[in-house]
Structure formats: C-alpha cells, structure tokens
C-alpha cells in the first residue's frame, strides 16, 4: 500500500499493489454534504466518490436496500447497506460488495460521516474484482436454508423461505449438521461422539475466493529448507518468541477436484459449537454449498502466549524498586506459562 495527496479530491488516498483506490482520507478538510443528514449523506458522499474508487454507478443503484443473506439470484455486482457504527460525533456507514444477491466476503466500502452538519471523514473500500461465482442447484440452497432455521440465533429473515420447524424439523436439522460437518471431525478419532456433538449458532450464505494457503489459517508460514543455523533457531530464548500461540485447527479431508483455489464459490458461513480435545469451543466454518466441502475453517479464540510474575518481585526481594538490567532480558522473577485461551 501508497499514500499520495489528491489536490482534486482533498483527500489523502490509499493506492493497493496495483494502484486501485482503497481509501480517502479528509482529515485536513472534510468533505461537506448539503442539505443531508445519516444514510442519505452517506449514500451521497459514496455517489461522488464512485469514479475515484472505480464504481460502477449503475452498481450502486439499490444502495439504501439491506443486505440478504438467504436470497441467491442470477444478478451482478451490486453494493447494499450492511450496518452502521458510532463513535463519538461520527458513524460509519457499511456497505457489503454483492454478487448474486449475496455478500462478497471481506467486500465491500464504508463511508465515516460526521453529524451536525454532515462531513465526509474518510472512506474504505475493499470491492474484489474478477468475481465469477457459479449459482449452486436450488436443491442445495433449500437444504442450506433449512439448516440455517434449526440455529440458536435463526435470522428472522428465513422466514421468507423456510416454513416454520417443528421439533422433528429441528432434530433433522441436527442430524444434517452432523452430516455436513462429518468431513471436518470424522479423522479425529480420539474424539468420543459426545465431545464431537455440535450445534448451529447461526447460518448464512456468502461468496467467497477460495485460498488453498489459508483454508486453516489467516497466516501461512512457509517452508524453508533447513540451513547451518536451524539447531541456533530452534534455542531461541522463549523471550524472543511473538506473543502469540498457534490456534487449534480441526482435521480437514482433501478437497474433491471440482474446487480449484482462487475460485469463487457460494458459500455456507456456519458458526457452530464443537468441542475440541474436550474443551468447548466455538468455530466458524465455510462450507462450499454444492459440494459441502469446508472450503476455511478458524477457531473463534485468540491463544496468547506471555510471561507472569508467579509471586510479587517486591515481596520477593523486600526491595521497593528493582533496578533495569543494563541490556533487555528477560525478569528473574517472571515465568513462561501455557498459553492462555482468551
């Protein structure tokens, strides 16, 4: 990423690898918008900003419409109103890139308005390019959907699409997540089939980019033959370490041929409660709707690895102040601890 001034705009503005807009920023001068207050000046503001960010006008022509999560049509690059956030004197407004009615993940732009009067702050955009997702058959959407209404937190929404459960509905769609997530669980054999039981919390549908690299992590390492100073790397002192531990991962099956990486593909967003080595956890899962291959998997926690005091130095030592080393280590007194699953 490259930050220059546009003189034109008035704005500092963020250029990607390959030189598409990613953001203007007004802080030297806000932007003003007349006459508009909330979404209507939000939605003004991002009409004048289309051809900097290089926007389709025409796909912003149901701008003020929500965004759906349940409706696959045959239908374009569009961008529909997600959600909006305040902070102090100023709300930024999101709206989701969408692409057969559905939301891009990660996709989108924002616009940061201040109230009274309104002026444009800054804006956001991370709209994907090249998106090509093929429709999945309505028989896999319709089983999808009917998933999606046996979760703890069904969207009201489903409504529109799914006749309303009945208490046999509801085990048939427990029977059907078990079914769908038994490609992820089924080589974990230490488990036991009650630490494997699982349950939808929420279901939704989006387009996503496959990326073989990150199916099971945000950040891949890669391989590195070994060198003359492996045996050094691997002393390492614990305090050189960064201050993270490695999340848990589930134990995923190869893919079938049909899904090639850098692809684009409907998706079921599933966040579900499965436990994991006989902890509980939750997970959000992304499941290629034709196929049901889970196509990226995360662990929703954030390991932490650090030092602790394992006793107070002060009572330790009975000296009101300990002196700094002359050169940074690690304190005498501190202690590597397991990693913390915050």
């Known amino acids: 990423m490259r930050r220059t001034y546009d003189s034109t705009l008035k704005a500092t503005v963020t250029l990607d690898d390959a030189g598409h807009v990613r953001g203007l920023n007004h802080l030297d001068e806000y932007r ?22 290089n926007i389709a006008p025409e796909t912003l022509r149901n701008l003020d419409q929500p965004i759906s999560y349940f409706d696959p049509l045959t239908q374009e690059i569009e961008y529909r109103f997600s959600e909006e956030k305040a902070a102090f004197d100023a709300v930024t407004y999101a709206y989701y890139q969408t692409y057969l009615n559905l939301p891009v993940w990660g996709a989108g732009i924002t616009a940061t308005i201040k109230q009274a009067p309104a002026r444009a702050v800054a804006s956001t955009n991370t709209s994907a390019l090249g998106i090509d997702a093929a429709m999945p058959s309505a028989q ?28 046999a509905s509801e085990i048939s769609g427990a029977r059907l997540l078990t079914d769908i997530l038994s490609k992820a669980t089924k080589s974990a054999k230490e488990l036991t089939d009650k630490q494997t039981a699982s349950r939808l919390i929420r279901g939704r549908f989006f387009v996503y980019r496959y990326e073989a690299a990150r199916r099971i992590t945000d950040h891949p390492q890669p391989e590195s033959a070994p060198g003359p100073n492996a045996k050094e790397k691997a002393t390492t002192q614990p305090g050189d370490r960064p201050l993270s531990g490695t999340p848990p991962t589930l134990p995923l099956p190869p893919l079938p041929k049909s899904i ?68 940074p280590r690690r304190s005498t007194w501190s202690a590597a601890v397991p990693p913390c699953q915050v």
């Not at 684009?264 to 006989?278: D, K, M, N, S, T």
């Not at 005091?309 to 300990?322: G, N, Q, V």
């Open 32 to 53: 003003e918008i007349e006459n508009l207050r909330g979404r209507e000046a939000a939605q003004a503001y991002i009409l004048e900003i289309a051809g900097p960010l």
């Open 260 to 327: 090639r990486d850098g692809e684009w593909y409907v998706v079921a967003e599933l966040i579900v409660h499965l436990p994991f080595e006989g902890r509980p956890m939750n997970w959000r899962i992304l499941m290629d709707v034709e196929t049901n291959s889970v196509l990226y998997a995360r662990a929703l926690i954030s390991p932490v690895n650090g030092l602790i005091f394992s006793a107070d130095p002060i009572t330790l030592t009975a000296t009101p102040l300990i002196p700094l080393p002359p050169t």
């Open 140 to 167: 896999a959407i319709a089983c999808y959907r009917r998933l999606f209404a046996t979760a703890e937190k069904a969207d009201p929404a489903l409504s529109r699409f799914v006749a309303k459960q009945s208490k």
